[in-house]
């Protein structure tokens, strides 16, 4: 949540120009994203839609300009398919993204909705639905992109952070490196996949009332098992502060939504309780990373892992009970 | 710059609830104000006025909340007059700000525009032009609210600091405590008064064009000289990184603007070397005293008084030139 560039109203305006969506009215910068700037675009309108609302967002770190093309051409593709996913804005040359300053940034069709903390059931209910209509539709892009932060990276990254530096956060922690190691040599090879978004925190839901009217942030969208992704948003969205606190009612509304657009398969459920582990051990293995690397007096919040080990720790104990 | 608190979805609806501004369909949180936390609300609209994009604001520190229907108030006294500043949005009971989780908010009219870095000669125009016309209108308020960061305050404020501290910052800065009690020594008593903004900063300047759309957060807002609030505009605009690279060609335009409404007397107009020395201290001392107070490791941009020493002693050194 940052914004890392200060743009000046001239350049804003000069980059605005490159679009056909009429003259710069408003910017602000907005505490959005982890690996990028963004602001809050007003402009006058034109254009075929006649927007006069946008994102910009301009790519800071932790994000390889090579997969520009691949994350903003599947918001395109899932858009075009009625998914609520924000559009990309192309320039009057056609181009997705273009560079400012020597970084690329993109403008993004704007979209309704708050994200909430902690949501009702029916919410639940709806996200597991959007999110089984993503995946069905995003078989059909023809894009791919290697998950670089599955169960292995998450064991390897934690092995290198090494059980030290592990323990001076939290003398529970370096039990994650045995534990991601197991999790990595059990992982499923086999499960369907699909484009899966990998990052669904309620930062990057967007609701209007009971519905999502928006999923965003798709900088971590790869090729890979959709269950997993089921996974990923369940360790995401059921529980509450610290990783505590479980609750069941969220987490079976998202599944039973999910099944009621795509039901899974007897090993995609079996695998579940795995794959969870696997989840919470990616976000436990890239918080410790940021911790260690972060020095304490840099300007970003750092997030606790430990958060995550007490998913992890519910996941082990629950098993099967957690997504029945 | 900051958003120091997170309000749930939740909150933001039921907060919105409470005035006739139609249902809340997106709240983003803005990286602008530094006393406060803003984000940028779109609701359905409602109301005669229709509006449907909002500046919700919460104070959280450095605003005494007995100082706000003073700051509230003048709002919508000068946006009734025609002056391009936001109303107040006032909830169903007719308050101008609510208490949430124990801190006040308001609702505040969302304005168009730009804030420009460095501004065209023609914006500094514009800019004299409307502070001018703000100084008239503002004569008409009621309130009032005594300048507590005015000349006698920087000198104690840098005395308190302390000659070793200062220096800790900077070995040119120690100077400033003998500076600031010339300054306070010598203030003028009797120039002529209004409600001055006292804080006119590029960030707090909407433009469209060559225009000002808006004048926004008019926090430090006090009964004092108009002609030192045109002295903090000078010292504010005219000036390029680390307060170096004076532009003559602006402070002439913001001059001639200002005189385009409001020409200043004679004391005035020989009072401003003085004024503009007494502004630069005010931020030399808030910044210097803000140094010292801040750890290191806080969240926060730290901003170098040495900035406004390098104004303090252009002025010093141009004296009626800087103005001419």
């Not at 120009?17 to 505490?31: C, E, F, M, P, T």
């Not at 304490?296 to 992890?312: E, I, Q, S, Y």
């Amino acid at each position: 949540m940052a914004v890392y560039t200060q743009l000046s109203a001239g350049t804003l305006g000069d980059l605005v120009a490159q679009y056909d969506v009429g003259q710069l009215v408003s910017a602000k910068g907005i505490a959005e994203g982890v690996s990028n700037s963004n602001w809050l675009i007003e402009t006058t309108g034109a254009g075929a839609a006649g927007d006069t609302r946008f994102i910009l967002t301009m790519y800071e770190r932790r994000i390889d300009r090579g997969d520009l093309p691949f994350f903003l051409d599947l918001l395109d593709f899932l858009s075009a398919r009625g998914l609520p996913v924000p559009r990309t804005i192309h320039d009057r040359t056609g181009a997705s993204f273009r560079l400012l300053d020597g970084k690329a940034v993109a403008l993004i069709e704007f979209l309704p909705g708050v994200s909430v903390d902690s949501p009702t059931a029916e919410q639940a209910h709806d996200l597991g639905a959007v999110l089984a209509r993503m995946h069905l539709a995003a078989q059909g892009f023809s894009g791919t992109r290697r998950n670089d932060l599955g169960p292995a990276t998450s064991s390897r990254v934690l092995a290198e952070c090494g059980a030290d530096a592990l323990a001076a956060i939290d003398p529970a922690l370096p039990r994650a490196i045995r534990l991601a190691r197991e999790v990595a040599e059990r992982w499923p090879a086999d499960l369907p996949q699909s484009v899966i978004h990998s990052d669904l925190f309620p930062d990057n839901v967007l609701m209007l009332g009971s519905a999502v009217a928006g999923l965003i942030d798709f900088y971590f969208a790869c090729t890979d098992a959709m269950a997993y992704d089921l996974a990923v948003t369940h360790a995401a969205w059921c529980f509450g502060e610290g990783g505590k606190d479980f609750r069941h009612d969220i987490g079976h509304a998202l599944i039973v939504g999910y099944e009621s657009v795509r039901p899974l398969l007897g090993p995609e459920r079996a695998a579940l309780p795995l794959l969870a582990q696997g989840a919470a051990l990616r976000f436990v293995s890239s918080r410790a990373f940021d911790w260690i690397d972060t020095p304490a007096g840099a300007m970003v919040t750092r997030k606790d892992p430990m958060d995550f080990m007490a998913r992890l720790e519910f996941y082990r104990e629950a098993g099967d009970r957690a997504f029945a």
